[in-house]
T-cell receptor
Framework: NAGVTQTPKFQVLKTGQSMTLQCAQD?????MSWYRQDPGMGLRLIHY???????DQGEVPNGYNVSRSTTEDFPLRLLSAAPSQTSVYFC????????????FGSGTRLTVV | GENVEQHPSTLSVQEGDSAVIKCTYS??????FPWYKQELGKGPQLIID?????GEKKDQRIAVTLNKTAKHFSLHITETQPEDSAVYFC????????????FGTGTSLTVIP
């Protein structure tokens, strides 16, 4: 099925651990992004990419790294998890990012203890 | 950056009634305004969008209006049904890049049968 696939769906980490959230899309979208969703704060942009090899920071990039080696994949890395990174993470993609609506993945619920 | 405010945060309506959700934005240069519906445990789904050169757009029971002078836009759902119950988010495009979106904090809509 075409769309955005995120793995894992749930994850519990201990403070200081690292992990990678996976995101893949099969729609040949150039634009991909990562958001975090926290209660009462809507969706906030962490990092985004306008194409393979190109990434940039969003509104809340600290503590996260990304890379875009292929059009299909856009992993998000937490280098040293902190309780403040407890959140639901969504990956989204669109054809160009220039005024196109996003297709979102189903999310990863991350808890850092 | 852009600031998007959304009201109300919760909304309950009787089945068959109309629901209206309002958003304001701060940067008059924003030119694309999508609306997303998020059902429990799922990622947001684009339901309708409007560009700054249009004042109103309809798609069956949903419509969006845009007032550029006042910098506000609204989502209208008519003849509400229980399956319309969800969280709705408005968003505005970043006027500088078009690659980022700023989201409102969401409206939890409950349609009472």
């Amino acid at each position: 099925n075409a769309g955005v696939t995120q793995t894992p769906k749930f994850q519990v980490l201990k403070t200081g651990q690292s992990m990678t959230l996976q995101c893949a899309q099969d729609m040949n979208h150039e634009y991909m992004s990562w958001y975090r969703q926290d209660p009462g704060m809507g969706l906030r942009l962490i990092h985004y990419s306008v194409g393979a090899g190109i990434t940039d920071q969003g509104e809340v990039p600290n503590g996260y790294n990304v890379s875009r080696s292929t059009t299909e994949d856009f992993p998000l890395r937490l280098l040293s998890a902190a309780p403040s990174q407890t959140s639901v993470y969504f990956c989204a993609s669109s054809y160009s990012g220039q005024g196109d609506g996003y297709t979102f993945g189903s999310g990863t619920r991350l808890t850092v203890v | 950056g852009e600031n998007v405010e959304q009201h109300p945060s919760t909304l309950s309506v009787q089945e068959g009634d109309s629901a209206v959700i309002k958003c304001t934005y701060s940067d008059s240069a924003s030119n694309y305004f999508p609306w997303y519906k998020q059902e429990l445990g799922k990622g947001p789904q684009l339901i309708i969008d409007i560009r700054s050169n249009v004042g109103e757009k309809k798609d069956q029971r949903i419509a969006v209006t845009l007032n550029k002078t006042a910098k506000h836009f609204s989502l209208h759902i008519t003849e509400t049904q229980p399956e319309d119950s969800a969280v709705y988010f408005c968003a505005a495009s970043d006027p500088n890049t078009g690659n980022q979106f700023y989201f409102g904090t969401g409206t939890s809509l409950t349609v009472i049968p």
